[in-house]
Nanobody
Framework: QVQLVESGGGRSVQPGGSLRLSCTAT?????????MGWYHQAPGKRRELVAG???????NYADSVKGRFIISRDNAKNTIYLQMNRLKPEDTGVYYC????????????????WGPGTRVTVSS
């Protein structure tokens, strides 16, 4: 019932540059997620959380992006964003949008929803 779609990637950015990624729920509402986040998967590496946002507005960032990336939410647009500043070559990879929610049928077991990902390349 919930579909997440990322946008804003698919282009190359020079080191030190900025880029904003968007994740829109084309079905359902992001307000139903107890938490959302952005995951980064570098080539040959595992997928890792770089920025998280709880329903209460608490943010969490990986040390590698702290001070450079900002996660935000716009409920009216059913969208979360990842503002990436002072990009580094190691930021290169696929970024996935994630949403976690509980169902009425099983309120104790969370379920994750994922977007298909969007590619970011940071290179000179």
């Amino acid at each position: 019932q919930v579909q997440l779609v990322e946008s804003g990637g698919g282009r190359s950015v020079q080191p030190g540059g900025s880029l904003r990624l968007s994740c829109t729920a084309t079905s359902g509402s992001i307000s139903n997620f107890v938490a959302m986040g952005w995951y980064h998967q570098a080539p040959g590496k595992r997928r890792e959380l770089v920025a998280g946002l709880t329903e209460g507005g608490t943010t969490n960032y990986a040390d590698s992006v702290k001070g450079r990336f900002i996660i935000s939410r716009d409920n009216a647009k059913n969208t979360i964003y990842l503002q990436m500043n002072r990009l580094k070559p190691e930021d290169t990879g696929v970024y996935y949008c994630n949403g976690r929610k509980f169902s009425n049928n099983d309120p104790k077991t969370p379920r994750d929803y994922w977007g298909p990902g969007t590619r970011v390349t940071v290179s000179s």
